[in-house]
């Protein structure tokens, strides 16, 4: 008898498990303007396969010559530092956004004039200089 009672309670403990698993929410109806993500669209889009590099800084930098060993780097060129002294970056050099390497060092030249430093390109490198060594 003991068994049976046994047998009923572990079946019906069998059933209730399975049926409260079943009983889950349905997927919440998410409203709003949305689009399938599997369609084409009305138009081409042109998708470059080589992007032009964009010279600027970017606040992981910190300071110039970190900055120009990056240009560096990134455009297989070397950097030449001739000063003794590094410059952290401010303000007025996050204006420096080119995809030509000679107006961004022309632009960084400008930016750091009252420190006497000159940044140009020569060949492929790019010399960091005091202002006069390069005028004499």
């Known amino acids: 008898m003991r068994q049976v009672h046994l047998l009923k309670v572990s079946v019906l403990l ?10 889950t929410k349905p997927a919440a109806d998410f ?18 396969l080589h992007s032009s590099y964009v010279y600027q800084a970017t606040p992981m930098d910190g300071t110039l010559k970190t900055m120009l ?3 560096a780097k990134d455009s297989n060129m070397t950097l030449a ?4 002294s590094d410059y952290t970056l401010y303000s007025a ?3 420096v956004d080119t995809t ?7 632009e960084l030249s400008a930016v750091y004039a ?10 492929n490198q790019i010399v ?5 060594k390069a005028a004499g």
Not at 114 to 123: A, I
């Open 31 to 48: 409203g709003g303007r949305w689009k399938p993500v599997n369609r084409f669209a009305e138009t081409p889009m042109e998708l470059p």
């Open 93 to 95: 050099v996050a204006k």
């Open 128 to 132: 960091v200089q005091p202002v006069s």
């Open 69 to 71: 060993e990056r240009w």
């Open 14 to 23: 069998v059933t209730t498990a399975a049926l409260s698993s079943c009983a």
């Open 81 to 84: 530092y001739n000063i003794t």
């Open 100 to 106: 030509s390497i000679k107006q961004a060092v022309e």
């Open 114 to 123: 009252t420190q006497g430093v000159l940044v140009s390109v020569v060949g």
